[in-house]
């Protein structure tokens, strides 16, 4: 899974960016697909996930009503939009295949690929200076 970042990956805060996870050698399709970040000395944390169809999204509090997750099944893309950036916001996004996603930011692994624990996009920093 290639995760590839749509403008700069240093913003201003209050600024906006949009992540995307193009599929290769794999379709996402039929895959819930999910995004996650990890930022300098924290766990990973989940933030949004989108169903296969695209009907259904949840998030987490910390980027509800910031961040839109959205996908294009025609083009094996799924999107991460990021709005009103903070600089609590800077972390290294990734997208996944098979994670459901909580409000409080933990995320539960729901595919079928044993130890492999889904497909992982590489990972964007994202910057957002004060």
């Known amino acids: 899974v290639q995760l590839q970042r749509l403008g700069e990956g240093s913003v201003q805060a209050g600024g906006s960016l949009t992540l995307s996870c193009t599929g290769s050698?794999?379709?996402?399709?039929?895959?819930?697909m999910s995004w996650f970040r990890q930022a300098p000395g924290k766990g990973r944390e989940g933030l949004a996930c989108?169903?296969?169809?695209?009907?259904?999204?949840y998030y987490s509090d910390s980027v509800k009503g910031r961040f839109t997750v959205s996908r294009d099944n025609a083009k094996n893309q799924v999107f991460l939009q990021m709005n009103i950036l903070e600089p609590e916001d800077t972390a290294v996004y990734y997208c996944?295949?098979?994670?459901?996603?909580?409000?409080?930011?933990?995320?539960?692994?729901?595919?079928?690929?044993?130890?492999?624990?889904?497909?992982w996009g590489r990972g964007t920093q994202v910057t957002v200076s004060s």
């Open positions: 996944a295949t098979d994670y459901l996603v909580s409000e409080d930011g933990t995320y539960l692994y729901i595919g079928d690929d044993g130890a492999r624990k889904g497909r």
């Open positions: 989108i169903s296969s169809g695209g009907d259904r999204s």
């Open positions: 050698g794999i379709s996402l399709e039929k895959l819930v």
